[in-house]
């Protein structure tokens, strides 16, 4: 294990435990699942279920008897512009014919022809098949770079002429998780993962986000993409830490990791707005600690239980704001002052 992954090992089980306990207990009983081979954050798939084999149809019937004169039959039809009479040859003979090298290079035809005629949620499923079925047998790293872009085009391009959304981001979003799935290692895996961390944030869904982001600093900490996706992971433990200003474990854990980050990426360009969230998430966690002594000083009206919830104050906070306040209150409590109305 290199030094920087031991680094973000240490930072995610010190800063992370809590967050996971947080984001497990926030998930209903019958909530979906998720991936068990390190992708946080991604939907669990079952490939060999959402990708069946296909089978021989009475839809699609071969014109020939023997593969590679179907093949030309469906090229000659693909070249005289007649994509959907090319189309339904070359499925007939991966239908047909699945073992033999024509069906490999007539399945990469039915995607580029779904692509060539902007058919792109098929072209991408299509370029899906090829690779789960006949990975060995295909340009493997362009039909990923097909599919990149495939993606990219649903995402920004996912709006009708009146500006209502075509389909939901989650259709979107699973297409960018299968390519990551599909080259875990590849260069543009972290790209990919911001992306998806960028969907979960636009739904709302900061804890997925943030699981996402960093299993990318998990697996691509020397990555370029490393430095956005760690202000990004800060800045959503950030907004969930003030939205639920109650959850003195999500405080907590926000800071854990925002030191972490200062401390791991001193030059950061977004430095000066870590700092300024982790200083304002200290300020939000001695506010917690304060009022829940208070709590035990003003409405429970027992005084050994103030003075406990005190000390356990000063034990951390002795020089904030509230320390001279509350060492005063706890001299007047152990002289046997009665807890404030």
């Known amino acids: 294990m290199t030094q920087n992954n031991h680094f973000w090992l240490t930072a995610f089980v010190v800063a992370g435990l809590a967050f996971a306990s947080l984001a497990q207990s926030g998930r209903s009983s019958g909530s979906r699942g998720y991936a068990t081979d390190s992708f946080e954050g991604f939907e669990s798939m079952e490939q060999d279920t959402r990708i069946p084999q296909k089978e021989t149809s009475f839809w699609y019937s071969v014109k020939h008897k023997e593969p590679q004169a179907q ?16 189309r339904k040859a070359y499925e007939a ?32 499923d299509e370029y899906q098949y090829l690779l789960t079925h006949y990975a060995g047998h295909c340009p493997y790293n362009e039909i990923l770079d097909r599919q990149f872009r495939i993606a990219n085009h649903l995402m920004h391009n996912n709006r009708s002429m009146f500006g209502w959304a075509l389909s939901g981001t989650e259709s979107i979003r699973e297409r960018f998780e299968q390519i990551v799935r599909n080259a875990p290692r590849s260069a543009i895996a972290p790209e990919v993962m911001l992306i998806i961390g960028s969907i979960h944030v636009s739904a709302k869904d900061r804890r997925e986000a943030i699981m996402v982001y960093d299993s990318l600093l998990n697996r691509f900490p020397e990555s370029e993409q490393a430095k956005t996706a760690a202000y990004l992971a800060a800045q959503c433990r950030y907004e969930l830490a003030v939205k639920f200003n109650y959850n003195e474990t999500c405080c ?3 800071i854990a990791f925002s030191k972490a980050i200062l ?18 998430l200290v300020d939000l966690l ?5 009022q829940q002594a208070f709590f035990y000083d003003s409405r429970t009206r027992k005084r050994e239980a103030a003075i406990a919830a005190y000390r ?28 404030a109305k």
């Not at 090229?75 to 007649?82: F, K, P, W, Y």
């Not at 699945?98 to 072209?123: G, M, N, V, W």
Request: with cysteine.
């Open 71 to 86: 093949m030309d039959h469906a090229a000659q039809m693909e070249a005289c512009g007649r994509y959907k009479t090319a």
């Open 93 to 124: 003979l991966v239908r047909e014919w699945p073992t033999t090298p024509q069906a490999a290079q007539s399945q990469l035809a039915i995607a580029q022809i779904y692509e060539k005629t902007k058919k792109f949620e098929r072209a991408f």
């Open 252 to 254: 907590r854990e926000a």
């Open 263 to 280: 401390s791991r990426m001193p030059g950061h360009p977004q430095n000066d707005q870590l700092k300024a969230w982790y200083t304002e």
């Open 286 to 290: 001695i506010e917690q600690n304060y």
């Open 312 to 339: 356990r104050f000063l034990s951390e906070f002795s020089d904030s704001k509230y320390g001279q306040q509350v060492r005063d209150r706890l001299v007047e409590l152990e002289a046997g002052a009665p807890p």
